[in-house]
């Protein structure tokens, strides 16, 4: 890690703590103006915006004399949004060209701001325009001592003024290109199990697959997908190489949409030619994929909000998973300083408060776990969210649990989880300032019905827990199912684990049988209602109905709306979680063994050979995620 810094000549001199822990002087922070460009550097690194792009188009590692260019000069690092006016108007002849893709920000009153030798904040504006009705405000700030830089974006949009949607917005960050400087990816170890670390690929392209998946010349098939995270993992990631690393770091996450478990981009590469040789590294600062809405702004709306900041981190040193540790230690390093006292804005509160409380189950099941999250108070589902801000914990054994460095406001308390199909929901939840909000014991009472015969999975909208549910970030699971289960899924309670014997995605081609079998006992013919109750984390039924039988009695066939893009981009589960309770006469169920099948009603045989199976994609099999399965009876 950085472990020196060099001779520079300095105005002030302040004492700072350097990547790595050693204590060294730190130069001040200054800053240098021309007609096109502003330079801002602090002896560790040197920042070029262009006025004109309204970017940076320079990051450059200036430690012990390297001077080393760490962005894409054609490029650089630049923000953008995919998104539109909410109604087109009736008569477009006076309307500019349709557009959905928007680079907002102008150099036209780029501000810059000295706070002494202490820092420097360069702000960019973004007008509203005709299809795109926000006003944005783009902040940068590098400071003395520390080898990274802090972002932000202020997004505005008066009443009365054309109402306008926003499906992703985001920072990207086109890092130097190749291998020069970089050769390794980094991100957390849920998003790819194995490895922790990879290679950055250049192999050709043989083909395109579908949406930024390729098909390369070693038989690897990569896919950006393949490296998002949840927002409750979103700490650190990045690129590494040549003794060093350029990092995306979160020091909060309160302001993105879709609560803990929303999954967006972090690194990726494009294709330059027949190559994958265009290194991105992104802040996803809001979005819409795997099924997460996007963020609706009506006319009459006076809306505001802050997100961010980020901070992008640069560090040396000869391990490259030294440098991701190192970057991740000072991830949390800014987590714990945050929020960040030096800055000033109306829209970001420094006084906040906390909530805490104990979760207590009525039917006495422990709730240890369960996601409490706090969000936009009102009806709609917090994992489909965005315009208001959102915090969460985990539930602790003991059902307590603890949110803090919340803004000030009214919010909804969700608790999710807790093998419950419901979540438990609390209005009018207020956090003042500089204080905790103690809400003291909170009783769930599930809903009850009746005595459960039997239960697939957990119900916490997670599908970890069957087989490759932990291992999802591979665009090939459409086939992996076919080689792991060559009878298809044949699952007896009692004997069969989820873990071993059900797999987390059924899809619309099978091997032998045109459906999974669920083998149950029951002591005597039962009698009263039967509920059966299906949880889905996704679904994209592309073959027809899911028809659900027991015993050869057709109880129902579903039809679900589609849920998201987990299905076809490397995902175990979706934003939109639906629940459907089937409801029958329990003497359908016999004495002794029961057969109970779930199978789609235009489903297909798979070919049998690997070439033959790659040829088919995802979308046209279709697939249902399982959340959890529960049979029960009340008499």
């Given at each position: 890690m950085r472990v020196s810094v060099g001779a520079f000549i300095a105005l002030v001199v302040l004492v700072a703590v350097m990547p790595g822990g050693k204590t060294a002087t730190a130069a001040p922070v200054t800053v240098q103006q021309s007609a096109g460009h502003i330079i801002a550097k602090n002896g560790l690194i040197k920042l070029i915006f262009s006025k004109r792009r309204a970017r940076l188009v320079s990051l450059i590692d200036e430690i012990g004399g390297r001077h080393e260019e760490l962005l894409d000069p054609?490029?650089?690092?630049?923000?953008?949004?995919?998104?539109?006016?909410?109604?087109?108007?009736?008569?477009?002849?006076?309307?500019?060209?349709?557009?959905?893709?928007?680079?907002?920000?102008?150099?036209?009153?780029?501000?810059?701001?000295?706070?002494?030798?202490?820092?420097?904040?360069?702000?960019?504006?973004?007008?509203?325009?005709?299809?795109?009705?926000?006003?944005i405000t783009a902040h940068f700030e590098l400071r003395a001592g520390q080898s990274g830089f802090y972002a932000w974006i202020i997004y505005h949009h008066a009443a009365g003024t054309p109402g306008g949607s926003i499906a992703q917005t985001r920072f990207v960050v086109k890092a130097a290109a190749g291998h020069k400087v970089f050769t390794h990816w980094a991100v957390d170890r849920y998003a790819v199990q194995s490895p922790l670390m990879g290679v950055l690929p250049e192999e050709k392209i043989v083909k395109k697959i579908q949406d930024v998946t390729y098909l390369l010349t070693n038989g690897q098939i990569w896919c950006k997908y393949d490296y998002c995270l949840f927002n409750y993992q979103f700490l650190c990631y990045g690129m590494a190489g040549h003794n060093t690393g350029l990092w995306m770091t979160w020091p909060s996450t309160g302001f993105l949409n879709g609560g803990p478990l929303r999954q967006e981009l972090t690194v990726h590469q494009q294709s330059q030619g027949h190559r994958l040789s265009k290194n991105n590294i992104l802040a996803m600062i809001d979005g819409a994929h795997f099924g997460e809405v996007s963020l609706r702004i009506r006319r009459n709306d006076n809306w505001n909000k802050f997100f961010g900041p980020v901070f992008v981190y640069v560090n040396n040193g000869p391990s490259r998973m030294g440098l991701y540790r190192d970057a991740r230690r000072e991830a949390r390093r800014q987590r714990q300083k945050a929020p960040f006292r030096w800055l000033k804005s109306r829209f970001y509160p420094l006084i906040r408060g906390s909530i805490e409380g104990t979760v207590h189950m009525t039917n006495g099941h422990n709730p240890a776990g369960a996601w409490a999250i706090l969000s936009g108070n009102g009806k709609t589902d917090w994992a489909l969210q965005g315009r208001h801000y959102n915090y969460w914990t985990t539930v602790q054994p003991n059902g307590h649990f603890f949110i803090g460095k919340v803004r000030p406001g009214k919010y909804k308390l969700s608790v999710c989880g807790g093998n419950q199909f419901q979540d438990y929901v609390k209005h009018d939840v207020r956090i003042g300032p500089n204080r905790t909000t103690n809400l003291g014991r909170i009783d769930w009472t599930p809903a009850n019905r009746g005595k459960t015969l039997w239960q697939i999975g957990v119900a916490n909208r997670s599908a970890r827990e069957f087989f490759d549910g932990n291992h999802v970030r591979h665009y090939r699971n459409f086939i992996r199912y076919l080689n792991a289960f060559p009878d298809d899924v044949n699952y007896t309670v009692g004997t069969s684990s989820p873990a071993r014997n059900w797999n987390f995605a059924q899809w619309g081609w099978y091997n032998k049988v045109p459906y999974w079998t669920i083998n149950f006992r029951s002591i005597h013919t039962q009698h009263g209602v039967a509920t059966l109750t299906l949880g889905f984390c996704a679904a994209l039924m592309s073959r027809g109905g899911l028809a659900v039988k027991l015993n050869g009695h057709r109880i129902a066939v579903l039809h679900l709306p589609k849920s998201g893009a987990a299905i076809y981009r490397s995902g175990g589960q979706d934003s939109k979680y639906q629940v459907v309770y089937l409801h029958f006469n329990a003497q359908l169920i016999r004495a002794g063994m029961n057969h109970l099948t779930l199978g789609f009603t235009r489903a297909f045989k798979a070919p049998g050979s690997y070439k033959a199976r790659m040829r088919y994609h995802p979308t046209p099999i279709g697939a249902v995620i399982y959340d959890s399965i529960r049979l029960q009876i009340k008499h």
């Open positions: 054609q490029f650089g690092m630049y923000f953008d949004a995919n998104g539109g006016r909410l109604h087109r108007p009736r008569h477009f002849s006076h309307a500019p060209r349709f557009r959905s893709y928007f680079v907002p920000l102008t150099g036209k009153g780029v501000k810059v701001i000295r706070h002494g030798g202490r820092s420097v904040e360069i702000i960019f504006q973004g007008p509203p325009s005709f299809w795109f009705p926000f006003r």
